[in-house]
């Protein structure tokens, strides 16, 4: 399994941005495709963004495309969202992901961060 850490969540006002950060260790970082799910208080894990093992491919839940953008660095060993014209309803906990299978469920994805909480106030 790999590792993982996230970074960068805080307290935002409506329309701001905020980047999130992912740092992995253990395994082989790129033989791992990544992503980016959220839950907020009462609903269930919501699939925000996934990027292929080079980066080349990339997919957003609905709600997010046009405003997030996810990228990796397999020589860093990390994997960052950026999100942009941040609204309320994208208040939750982030959660980074790594997973070999092809999906973008939970499921595909085996190992998990602890989560970094991203507020964002009206």
Sequence with gaps: QVQLVESGGGLVQAGGSLRLSCAASG???SNYRMGWFRQAP?????????????????YY???MSGRFTISRDNAKRT??????SLKPEDTAVYYCAAGVLVGTSAASFGS???GT????SS
């Design 79 to 84: 994997v960052d969202l950026q999100m942009n």
């Design 42 to 58: 009462g609903k269930e894990r919501e699939f925000v963004a996934a990027i292929s093992r080079n980066g080349a491919g990339t």
């Design 112 to 114: 998990w961060g602890q």
């Design 117 to 120: 909480q991203v507020t964002v």
């Design 27 to 29: 395994r082989t970082f």
């Design 61 to 63: 839940g609905d709600s």
